[in-house]
């Protein structure tokens, strides 16, 4: 497992800021524990373990992803008389806006195309009367303008199709990514991102993870069920991390495999590591869920796979969520890996 670099440097500040006594303990210098003038996420929860990415987010008026004094000082008003700024996603409110695109419908001026009726007014067939044949080949003419009336209704009709649900995107976190950082950069609420990846943590974000980006209003398109051969092959990589099985387990990957932060390594790196990993912890358990597939331009298979976990050694227990993402790539019969990735959503 992995855990994110934002842990260990919470845990600092907290050392830190435990060691401190006589002063304003949430007074702004010392929040700001690095002395760099601004307040980031990371040092302000340490202070306020309740705070919400979103409450954040409101407090940071000018969004620079940090708070200056000034907006400190707000933020700690707000907390000091009970309540908590609210970010209510004002940036959805613009969507209204769309009602000036209604007035499109009057745009095909299709009151005057009406005036065509004014076509009939060649009362020049009346003097024709004369020729009982000239006016009945001349009737179907005022019949003309219904056929345009006809056409724009069914053009009416074809506008207001529904359109196609947005297809779901993944982010790759990068080094010093934050949620909310993210979450600006595809233009959706980080409360729906860690929604979308059943996050607990705003703050654990682990480099080279990969997590879903939802659409708009959080909705997230549903992952095709797994095909039995994925869920057989699933079923074996945990059971054999379960059991220690290293030798069993390195058949399951490809001679070249995109591993964590390692990179592009071969098996006897998987190897090192797994071992090193079993010996840390000598017992595990793993309760997977039903894993989602996606398949990939030249037939590889994405799986995600929710996962529940307990890692132990002597009176030491780890337990939590974690995220596992594997690429599978056809190799004869089966499957082998040629990538994976796992970060932690919940530790207890």
């Given at each position: 497992?992995?855990y ?40 302000l ?11 954040f ?9 940090s ?13 000091a008389?009970g ?25 095909p001026?299709?009151?005057?195309e ?18 009982p ?20 209704v ?12 947005p ?18 950069k595809?233009?959706v609420?980080?409360k729906d ?7 607990k ?18 909705a997230?398109?549903?992952a ?28 399951l ?11 592009k ?20 358990t ?17 799986v995600?796979?929710?996962?529940s ?5 002597g ?22 890996i040629?990538?994976e990735q796992?970060?932690?959503?919940e530790?207890?």
């Amino acid at each position: 497992m992995r855990y994110a670099p934002a842990v260990g440097l919470a845990l600092a500040l907290g050392v830190a800021l435990f060691g401190c006594s006589k002063e304003d303990s949430q007074g702004f210098a010392k929040v700001d524990h690095n002395k760099d003038g601004k307040i980031i996420f990371e040092e302000l929860i340490l202070v306020f373990p309740d705070l919400t990415v979103e409450e954040f987010l409101a407090a940071d008026a000018d969004h620079n992803e940090s708070l200056d004094d000034k907006e400190y000082e707000r933020f700690r008003a707000a907390r000091a008389g009970g309540k908590k700024l609210d970010a209510a996603a004002p940036a959805k409110a613009p969507e209204p806006a769309k009602a000036p695109e209604q007035p499109k419908t009057p745009e095909p001026a299709a009151t005057p195309e009406p005036a065509k009726p004014a076509v009939p007014a060649p009362a020049t067939p009346a003097p024709e009367p004369a020729k009982p044949a000239a006016p009945a080949a001349q009737a179907p003419a005022p019949q003309q303008p219904p056929g345009p009336a006809e056409a724009e209704v069914v053009e009416t009709v074809v506008v207001e199709s529904p359109a196609p649900a947005p297809a779901t995107r993944t982010h790759t976190v990068a080094r010093g990514d934050t949620l909310s950082r993210i979450a600006k950069k595809y233009g959706v609420s980080a409360k729906d991102i860690m929604a979308a990846n059943t996050m607990k943590n705003a703050d654990h974000l682990e480099a080279g993870a990969e997590i879903v980006i939802p659409g708009p209003g959080g909705a997230v398109a549903a992952a095709p069920a797994a095909p039995p051969a994925v869920t057989e092959f699933v079923a074996a990589y945990f059971a054999k991390s379960a059991s220690g099985d290293v030798n069993g387990l390195i058949d399951l990957y490809g001679e070249r495999v995109d591993y964590y932060k390692k990179g592009k390594s071969g098996k006897d790196i998987v190897r090192q590591d797994k071992v090193d990993y079993f010996q840390r912890w000598p017992r595990r358990t793993y309760v997977p869920a039903a894993a989602a597939v996606e398949a990939l331009p030249g037939g590889d298979l994405r799986v995600t796979v929710p996962t529940s976990f307990t890692a132990e050694k002597g009176d030491r227990q780890v337990r939590g969520q974690a995220k596992f993402t594997f690429l599978l790539r056809p190799a004869g019969d089966g499957y082998r890996i040629v990538g994976e990735q796992s970060v932690v959503t919940e530790k207890k």
